[in-house]
T-cell receptor
């Protein structure tokens, strides 16, 4: 059964304190891994898609990496506005679908 | 370019009633999927439509149904509402499911409270 696990569940950082969020997955044939950011009361906002082990993508203070078993979202010198829940997800049924299996998310709080 | 639009944003219903939620995908996107988000269960897949055909269905009771119109707009319906149906219902759209580079975008959601 396809499964996505995120850790930690919650993370509190001081402004400027870099860290990483983890997403480990068990799927039969990875066809992409998605990272989203979700603010309270809003829908998930797309950040990155990674397709193959070794791939990296960056956006401002965020960098996502992918291995054969997990993905990391590195946050460099975070600011309070980076506070949100970060979700990762993988497509189910070989990927020819928009059925995503989501992790439970990491709630990030960045304090000034 | 407009994003995924969901209406209504907030609604309150009584147990036993039914509700219809609407989703307009990004222009040019033919795939629409629906998710339920609750604090306890996280994001759970409801169903997916492509070119007016349901392609996938999640593990939800038959009270949950949906459809897609020829203009790709989609609706979902929940009949005989229960308290446990209170959730954020999210719609997502994309161009070509399963293709490299396909991005799935979400709307802001419809907050349903059942009392």
């Amino acid at each position: 059964e396809d499964q996505v696990t995120q850790s930690p569940e919650a993370l509190r950082l001081q402004e400027g304190e870099s860290s990483s969020l983890n997403c480990s997955y068990t799927v039969s044939g990875l066809r992409g891994l998605f990272w989203y950011r979700q603010d309270p009361g809003k829908g998930p906002e797309f950040l990155f898609t990674l397709y193959s082990a070794g791939e990296e993508k960056e956006k401002e203070r965020l960098k996502a990496t992918l291995t054969k078993k997990e993905s990391f979202l590195h946050i460099t010198a975070p600011k309070p506005e980076d506070s949100a829940t970060y979700l990762c997800a993988v497509p189910n049924y070989g990927g020819a679908t928009n059925k995503l299996i989501f992790g439970t998310g990491t709630l990030l709080a960045v304090q000034p | 370019k407009a994003g995924v639009t969901q209406t209504p944003r907030y609604l309150i219903k009584t147990r036993g009633q039914q509700v219809t939620l609407s989703c307009s995908p990004i222009s040019g996107h033919r795939s629409v999927s629906w998710y339920q988000q609750t604090p306890g269960q996280g994001l759970q897949f409801l169903f997916e439509y492509f070119s007016e055909t349901q392609r996938n269905k999640g593990n939800f009771p038959g009270r949950f149904s949906g459809r897609q119109f020829s203009n790709s707009r989609s609706e979902m319906n929940v009949s005989t509402l229960e308290l446990g149906d209170s959730a954020l219902y999210l719609c997502a759209s994309s161009q070509s499911p399963g293709t490299v580079g396909n991005t799935i975008y979400f709307g802001e959601g419809s907050w349903l409270t059942v009392v």
